[in-house]
């Protein structure tokens, strides 16, 4: 099948050390092919242009089937097309070609688009889930929430959360995305001033706009700071609170 083009900025150099690595495993022209479709995929989701997305993971995955990195990406792409079995299938293949955990937190979110929230509760309470890392689990931790919101367990939903979201800091990456998750789950639970609260919290940490928070808050215009007073110390990761 005919690729699509690839310009001339489209430099392997700029992709992940691991998936550099992995892309070794080819030969020069081809991991530079490769490479070159797997830079263009991630500018294209950030474009939001899913369509030309597909077509360069699509392209990656015909020069490199076995690269777990590569299936993996192609997973991505479908998982934000919604594209759910699909998106699944790729990533359990990534997941055996590497052997790592990682994509569990978005094999469980796969589940719930599928309508089977009782199967993403299992994958979270696997023996592999419990090893993952801390970032890894506190996406599953928010997809866990989510799950128990499509049982209309809306109060398990805010107990899953509510300790991560209290003990999070400003610093860690995660923040605004688990502040925001605890605020749709209060809000859910019909806790409505509450959940004002921890949206606005969010959008106090969410420097990057990875969440609608400010806006859901008529605020997006405005420079505004919102006292916490909840004494956060400075944390630049490790293992989420327990």
Do not use: C
């Not at 990682?102 to 094999?107: D, E, S, T």
């Not at 806790?191 to 949206?199: D, G, N, P, S, V």
């Amino acid at each position: 099948m005919p690729e699509p083009e690839l310009p001339e900025d489209a430099d392997a150099g700029g992709l992940d050390r691991s998936l550099r690595t992995e892309l070794r495993t080819l030969s020069k022209e081809n991991a530079e092919g490769v490479g070159g479709h797997l830079v263009m995929v991630g500018r294209l989701l950030d474009a939001e242009d899913f369509d030309l997305a597909l077509a360069h993971a699509e392209a990656a995955a015909r020069r490199a089937g076995r690269v777990a990195g590569v299936r993996e990406t192609l997973g991505v792409v479908y998982y934000r097309r919604g594209e759910w079995s699909k998106a699944l299938a790729e990533f359990r293949t990534a997941r055996r070609l590497s052997g790592s955990q990682h994509l569990l937190p978005l094999m469980a979110d796969v589940e719930r688009g599928l309508g089977r929230p009782e199967r993403a509760l299992e994958l979270a309470a696997s023996p592999e889930a419990a090893r993952l890392a801390a970032a890894e689990q506190v996406e599953l931790a928010i997809v866990v929430a989510g799950a128990r919101g499509d049982l209309g367990q809306h109060a398990a939903g805010v107990l899953h959360l509510e300790e991560l979201a209290r003990r999070s800091t400003a610093t860690q990456p995660w923040a605004a995305r688990l502040r925001y998750a605890y605020a749709a789950a209060l809000e859910a639970d019909g806790q409505t001033e509450k959940a004002q609260e921890w949206f606005a919290r969010a959008a106090e940490v969410d420097a990057r706009a990875e969440t609608d928070a400010a806006e859901l808050l008529g605020r997006s215009d405005e420079a505004w700071v919102v006292d916490l007073g909840d004494g956060e110390e400075d944390d630049t990761g490790g293992e989420p609170p327990s």
